[in-house]
């Protein structure tokens, strides 16, 4: 099945050569001018519906901006988020991770580059750490099932975007470890030059999601000097 790929962009010039340039290589695309556009075509079901296996989204948007297509997105929506804008301050950067982007490229830039940023992203969905681990890891009210790729609280579904994923089985099958940032940020962005913050970033998006407190976390622990390090409580600890 081609990869599908979302599109949100509102000038029609820079959308076109995109998607030309992901078509050639053999991509399925589609493309919203807005956010509500965007919404639009995510929330059709039956014919016609598409579900992006990767979106691509300006910030600078008529009416919804990309922060707040994003905010929305992400309270369901789990695919990876490619940001790209000509805004390129440390502040905005920081806000679209915030938001659940997982990745960030600012313009101008090179189409056959973004090509390949989404083609890395894409492998990186097929190869989550531990996606291939048999069986569910079990903490407290939680359940996380390395296999099937699925976040439960008690019988709840909740959503993490890929990259969350991906930073949390990470930490859950090196439990007990301490992972300095630069360890979770090559194994999981699979990149050895970056912005490594994006990772305190994750850190505390995954405590707001699975911390009673977030401030006084015990399960992803903060070991100073070192780095990160997942708690499993002893008397919590499984597999079904």
């Known amino acids: 099945m081609k990869a599908r790929v979302l599109i949100v ?4 010039e820079l959308s076109d050569l995109v998607a030309l340039y992901l078509s050639r290589e053999g991509m399925e695309t589609r493309v919203a001018e807005s956010g509500e556009a965007a919404m ?6 039956g014919p016609g519906e598409f579900h992006p296996d990767i979106i691509i ?8 901006d990309g922060f707040e297509f994003l905010h929305e997105y992400r309270k369901t929506g789990t695919s990876p988020v490619l940001i790209v804008s000509a805004r390129d ?3 905005d950067v920081i806000a679209g991770l915030g938001y659940g982007a997982d990745e960030f490229v600012t313009k101008p830039f090179s189409p056959r ?7 890395a992203m894409l492998r990186r969905v097929q190869d989550i750490p531990g996606q291939r681990d048999s069986g ?7 359940s996380l099932d390395l296999e099937a790729c699925i976040f439960r609280r008690r019988e709840e579904r909740i959503p993490l975007s890929a990259k969350e994923f991906a930073v949390l089985s990470f930490l859950v099958t090196n439990s007990g470890k301490p992972l300095s940032p630069e360890t979770i940020y090559s194994a999981v962005w699979k990149n050895a030059y970056g912005d490594i ?3 305190a970033v994750y850190i505390q998006r995954l405590r707001k999601k699975i911390e009673e407190d977030p401030a006084t976390p015990r399960h ?10 997942f708690m499993l409580i002893p008397e919590e600890a499984g597999t079904p």
């Open 89 to 91: 301050a440390d502040e």
């Open 136 to 142: 569910a890891v079990r903490f407290g009210q939680f």
């Open 9 to 12: 962009e509102d000038v029609p």
């Open 57 to 64: 989204l300006d910030i600078n948007l008529p009416g919804m």
């Open 40 to 45: 639009s075509i995510l929330q059709v079901r």
């Open 220 to 229: 992803i622990e903060t070991v100073h000097g070192m780095g990160y390090r």
């Open 113 to 119: 580059v973004l090509v390949a940023r989404v083609r």
């Open 197 to 199: 913050t994006a990772v």
